[in-house]
């Protein structure tokens, strides 16, 4: 496929297991930014989206896409999990990226991040939390359910949960139970990229503090955290945005990689 700087194409990446990643990519400048979505969340959103137009203007180079059982591409939400989608973001990256990456990554896209920098540290230039929510399947879920919503897990198997956002969430046994098998935040974490993370002080759904324990635990010294005081959890406003642009722009210049 013929690509030129400033055009974005898409396509869909063979997963091997009858299922497909619908993607979206620019041609461009490296290091290659790469979006990665939150749970339930797609490539479409705003952040996604405006990042785009941003690395358009720029000419820079830019990959975002749809885990499985999310947006367009293929496969059964419920089958999801945390080690199915950070393996989904891995395979993205290997066949449709070179050379170094800026890791965006957007609530559970942020553990996400977390998991393929651990898994491509030769390659990650530098991450990008945005209400990062690293452990969330234990932290936020299993932790915080109650004695009633644990025994419909594990009698069903699923249970769903009440969101501001639209529809009941579904949360899967089989999501809490593999989530313990990709928890980072059990010890130091060996990520030494600079690791900018935003979040808001009025997120409803992932605690701030979350953003502190995060910088304390990665090996990097260079780690920093910018909290926004009335920033809700998608942090996705136009000054949110613009300070999402502004931090991005500081690993993009010619000695960004």
Known sequence: MTETTGTET????????????????????????V???????????????ALALFCAE???????????????SGGDFLDGTIGAWAADALAAIDALTAGRLV?????????????????RPNRVAALVGIAAAPDFTQRLMWDAATPAERATLERDGVLHV??????????????IKDGINHLVLTGRIPIHCPVR???????????????????????????????????????SRPADLDLLR???????GQDAA
């Open 10 to 33: 898409t396509g869909r990446l063979d997963r091997g297991n009858g299922t497909e990643l619908a993607w979206t990519r620019l041609q461009g400048a490296g290091p290659t930014v």
């Open 35 to 49: 979006f990665l979505p939150g749970f339930r969340s797609d490539m479409n959103g705003d952040k996604a989206t």
């Open 58 to 72: 720029r000419g820079q180079a830019m990959l975002r896409f749809d885990y499985s059982g999310h947006g367009a």
């Open 103 to 119: 890791l965006v990554g957007s609530s559970m896209g942020g553990w996400i991040a977390l998991l393929t920098a651990l898994a």
């Open 162 to 175: 009440p969101s501001q956002y639209g529809e009941p969430t579904p949360i899967t046994l089989g999501l």
């Open 197 to 235: 993370l935003l979040h808001g002080q009025a997120d409803p759904d992932v605690p701030w503090e979350l953003a502190l324990r995060i910088a304390e635990q990665v090996e990097t010294p260079d780690a920093r955290v910018i909290l926004v005081k009335d920033g809700d959890h998608r942090l």
């Open 246 to 252: 502004r931090t991005l722009a500081e690993f993009l």
